[in-house]
Structures are given as C-alpha cells and as structure tokens.
C-alpha cells in the first residue's frame, strides 16, 4: 500500500512537472480587440519546449512555437481586416479558447485624472451618454492601480463589450475618442486600453533607466514631493501599469496629462523622453495625441500652468508623428477637471481620421506659432493653421512685448493676412513675444475652424 502511494505521488508531482499548463497574459481574454491589417504578437508561458499551437477563425491556420527554457513563448500571426466576432486557439498540454475576438483599432488612453475621469464622476452630459453606450463593437480593457519597482510581466483585468454598465466607470475621453473614429471608420471595432492613474506625474509613467540615466530629468525628478494620492517615484506606474502591455500591436496612444507636473522647468524634455521611450519598447513610431491642460489658476504660481502648455507645444513641434488638441474654448478656469470630455475625445480622433485614416482634410489643429520678424518697432507673428485667423472679441489684449530689458507690455495687435502685427509705443524696439500668458488665460485667436491658438513664448 505504501508503495503504492508513493507511485501515486510520484506521478502527480511528474505531472505537474512536465505538463505545465499553457497561459495566457491577461490582456489576451475573451472579448478583445486585435488590431487589423497587420502582424500581432500573442505570447505567453509553457512548459519549456512544450510545443503551443495558435489557431485563428480568421484563416484556421495553425502557428506552432515551441516554449524557450524561460518558460515563455511568443508569435507573430498575421490579421485581416476589421470584423468578427472570432475565436484564438491556443493549444499545448491543455487549450484555451478565446471567444467573440474583434480585429479593428486598438488605442492605449493614459495619463492622469482627466484622461482617468468617467461619466460616474460627473461629465457633461454623462447620464445620457451612459444610456447610448450599448456599442458591442467598442471594447474596453481597464488596468488598475499598480505599482512596481521592477517591470511585471502581467496585469489584473480583462475585456468587456461597451455597456451602460461598463462605459459609466470607464475613461470619458477615451469612450468619445472611440465613438468619433467610429463615425467615421463606419463601425470599425475600436478597442480601448485604459491606464490612468489621477494627480501623478510623467516622471512614474517613464521608464525608472531613462529617467536615472539623465542627470538633468534625474534632478528634477528628485523635486518632486510625495503625495497622499498617489505614487511620484520614476517608473512605478509604468513597470506595473504599461509594461506588461508592450508587445500588444496598437494603433496608438491618446494622453491627457500635465497638471501634476506644473512647477517644473524640464517637462518638455520628461515628456518627449516618455514618449520615446515608449515607441522604443514597441519597436515603432506610433502616434501619440495628447490634451494641453487647461487654464487654471495653480496656487501663488503666476506662471505654472501656462509654462506647461508652452512645453507640450515645444513637444508638438519637436517630436515626429505626434499631436495635440486645445481645451482653453471648452474649460472654465475655476475647474482642473473640465466636464466636456466629449469635445476633448471628438478633438483627439479627429487628429488620427485626418493624420493616420484619411477619412477627411478638416482643419482640426489650432493655430500654432510659426514664428517671428521684427520690422523696426513692429512685430509680425506667422502661424501654421491660420486660415481664417480671427480675434473672438474685436480686440485682443493677450499679445504681450518685450525689448533687451524683458519687462512685458500689452501690444496693439491686428490681422493681417492671416498673421498677427504687434507694436507698443513702450517698447520701441521689440525682441521677444508671448500670448496668452498666464496660469487662467482662455486663448481668444482662433481660425475658421474655430480652434483656439496655443499660449507660446518666444525664445
């Protein structure tokens, strides 16, 4: 008997041994959305060199890969385009089976409270978008709150088909990001990946090495002060909340961030830092959309938040591939969280149908500094997208001037040609620039578009 026993045993532990179950991260679950016309990655864990098979109702080809001696295993399989519902086999000692699988878009939307912000907290008009979230062709994945002082290979959560239900808690501006391309895109499914953490700063988004391999975002990433809600180490949110995505083909990310990080000089570098380091783990030079924060007054700070805005311009210009949408016409200045988030995610998927699906050729950028020419005592500012350019009221007092001294005056400004003339008889000689230059100014220069102007000082 007690041989027996011990035969028993033996098998069990053989068993557990050699015939490890095939697993799946969890970003690979029923419901999700893979992205259309291209290569995707599926990966997992096996026993090593257990052989997995991976068979897609698209084609009902089977792609074979044997587990490495890590345990780990992964493959490119190709997919058609957009459509379903299907299902991914994936097969080695045991076989899971993974149910109504969409192929259309797949976006990340990142950042902090605003990007996180659901019609459960109050959005304008979120009772009635909560009621027409019935969409099977939108799917959601929600990443919860994690950190991590070391890059994790897996991540809580799994797909679901938007509802009343799910779309209530879910990221506002990404669900109105979504429903706009569909306008468009004529019911492509579109899937939603969503990773916010509300009130923390770029630095834990970014890769902890990048961060501590420059002395300049490692100095002033030092500043920073530890908060009640949430974490302000470099790399604590990403090694939990972004790693384990990366591999997961997307179309894109759209950002809303930057409120945290008011105070600092150097956000223009941590911000185009985030975003390069981001394309280099997924090996490609994705699209990255991001939201300028709004006009808010940011304590004592004159200068904080619009300094902020001035450096995601500086970013929209310096880094390829990438865009941003204004919200100074749809924000009061009283509220860090403004209620439109359906105008915020219309703006976002208008820069990818015009950018990446040319569906369209709207005018869907604001106008943006161009630069500068100095004619004796008067100042001529070139935009890019300036058609139509135009002053909400008659006048604008929100252009300001400077000489040698840098002492700012209010210039007389007007339109010409579709560029703005300054002068200012206290400043005869004129050299530097900026507009709407404070933490709660509103922009008032739009173009025929009616986008408003980004706030910019000249260099």
């Not at 002395?215 to 604590?236: C, D, F």
């Not at 950028?365 to 008067?378: D, M, S, V």
Request: glycine content about 6%; proline content about 6%.
């Amino acid at each position: 008997m007690k041989n027996n026993l011990l035969a028993l045993t033996l098998i069990v532990l053989l068993s557990n041994t050699v015939f490890s179950n095939v697993t799946l991260p969890n970003v690979f679950s029923d419901n999700m959305v893979l992205q259309r016309n291209t290569e995707v990655t599926i990966w997992g864990w096996a026993n090593p060199q257990e052989e997995v098979v991976v068979t897609p109702s698209w084609n009902y080809q089977e792609y074979k890969i044997k587990a490495n001696n890590q345990a780990k295993w992964e493959i490119k399989i190709p997919t058609p385009k957009e459509g379903g519902p299907y299902t991914l086999i994936v097969k080695g000692y045991n076989e899971i089976i993974l149910k109504n699988i969409l192929i259309g878009e797949v976006w990340i939307c990142s950042g902090q409270s605003n990007m996180e912000m659901s019609a459960a907290w109050g959005i304008e008009n979120g009772d009635e978008a909560v009621k027409m979230a019935m969409n099977p062709n939108i799917r959601f994945f929600t990443v919860p709150k994690l950190t991590a002082t070391s890059p994790q290979n897996n991540v809580p959560g799994s797909w679901t088909e938007s509802t009343p239900e799910t779309m209530r808690n879910f990221s506002a501006a990404g669900y109105f990001f979504a429903t706009r391309l569909q306008e468009e895109l004529k019911n492509v499914p579109i899937g939603l990946i969503s990773s916010n953490w509300g009130g923390t700063p770029a630095e834990i988004w970014t890769p902890e090495e990048v961060i501590q391999n420059d002395a300049v975002l490692l100095e002033s990433a030092k500043t920073r002060k530890e908060e009640t809600y949430g974490p302000n180490q470099p790399g604590r949110a990403f090694n939990a909340m972004i790693y384990p995505l990366i591999g997961y083909k997307i179309a894109g990310v759209i950002w809303y961030q930057g409120e945290s990080n008011v105070g600092s000089v150097v956000y223009d570098k941590t911000f185009s830092a985030l975003i390069a380091s981001w394309r280099k783990l997924w090996n490609y030079e994705f699209p990255f959309y991001y939201v300028q924060i709004a006009p808010y007054q940011y304590g004592d700070d004159h200068f904080g938040g619009v300094e902020i805005r001035n450096a995601q311009r500086k970013v929209l210009q310096e880094i390829p591939n990438t865009g941003m949408v204004l919200t100074t016409d749809i924000s009061p200045i009283d509220d860090i969280h403004p209620k439109d988030k359906k105008t915020v995610g219309t703006r976002l998927a208008n820069l990818a149908l015009v950018k990446i699906y040319k569906t369209n050729s709207d005018l869907v950028n604001g106008p943006l500094y161009k630069g500068i020419k100095i004619e004796k005592n008067k100042v001529i500012i070139a935009f890019d997208y300036a058609e139509g350019l135009h002053f909400s009221n008659r006048k604008s007092n929100q252009f300001e001037i400077a000489g040698a001294d840098n002492v700012f005056y209010v210039a007389d400004a007007s339109i010409k040609n579709n560029a703005v003339l300054l002068n200012s008889n206290k400043v005869p000689n004129p050299l530097k620039v900026r507009f709407s230059w404070k933490n709660k100014a509103q922009s008032d220069l739009f173009n025929k578009a009616n986008l408003p102007a980004s706030s910019f000082i000249t260099e």
